[in-house]
T-cell receptor
Framework: DAMVIQNPRYQVTQFGKPVTLSCSQT?????MYWYQQKSSQAPKLLFH???????NEADTPDNFQSRRPNTSFCFLDIRSPGLGDAAMYLC?????????????FGSGTQLSVL | GNSVTQMEGPVTLSEEAFLTINCTYT??????LFWYVQYPGEGLQLLLK?????DKGSNKGFEATYRKETTSFHLEKGSVQVSDSAVYFC??????????????FGKGTKLSVKP
């Protein structure tokens, strides 16, 4: 009964080769988030969508883009992955962005860059 | 800036031991505070939360009290089980203001409970 689904669980790409990570949800939530979690570090918000409105964090590199074609799906595109982009990428959803909103997380995609 | 600091792990305990995982925060406003848990191979799940000073969040035997005077939100459990083995993340989030919507995490503390 997974509600936030990320595929694949593990993704390997080559240095400089574009890669797309996918996330889908069955909760019909308005908000979808992408977090980057490097080894032994805190998850860091890259951006989020409220419906179709894209909200980029100020320090998110231009190399990272996102698409949300419909309510259920959200994609993370890394245009030219570097070795420093190897990380766990977490997708999450919530109904709204209020401070008390509960976030629902997927299991994450572990990205390796060779 | 806004940040969350957790005690370094890993933490290894025997079953039925008392657990404390320290968490302190720095915030320019009045955040809500959360503990998330990540079991092996799974996504993060909300464990408990507190939305204002002196609130106590509790769930599954875990508790944490929002202490504004010490800017802390320490996680405690009186008797841990092997099934509590996981990574625990302290986090904050603002209800209002420009940072609304952004859940700011600590680095996580890995807990291993031995039988």
């Amino acid at each position: 009964d997974a509600m936030v689904i990320q595929n694949p669980r593990y993704q390997v790409t080559q240095f400089g080769k574009p890669v797309t990570l996918s996330c889908s949800q069955t909760l019909n939530h308005n908000v979808m988030y992408w977090y980057q979690q490097k080894s032994s570090q805190a998850p860091k918000l890259l951006f989020h969508y409220y419906d179709k409105d894209f909200n980029n964090e100020a320090d998110t590199p231009d190399n990272f883009q996102s698409r949300r074609p419909n309510t259920s799906f959200c994609f993370l595109d890394i245009r030219s992955p570097g070795l420093g982009d190897a990380a766990m990428y977490l997708c999450a959803t919530s109904q709204g962005t209020g401070g008390n909103e509960k976030l629902f997380f997927g299991s994450g995609t572990q990205l390796s860059v060779l | 800036g806004n940040s969350v600091t957790q005690m370094e792990g890993p933490v290894t305990l025997s079953e039925e031991a008392f657990l404390t995982i320290n968490c302190t925060y720095t915030a320019t406003g009045y955040p809500s505070l959360f503990w998330y848990v990540q079991y092996p191979g799974e996504g993060l799940q909300l464990l408990l939360k507190a939305t204002k000073a002196d609130d106590k969040g509790s769930n599954k035997g875990f508790e944490a009290t929002y202490r504004k005077e010490t800017t802390s939100f320490h996680l405690e459990k009186g008797s841990v089980q092997v099934s509590d083995s996981a990574v625990y993340f302290c986090a904050l989030r603002f209800v209002y203001g420009g940072s609304q919507g952004n859940l700011i995490f600590g680095k996580g503390t890995k807990l291993s409970v031995k039988p």
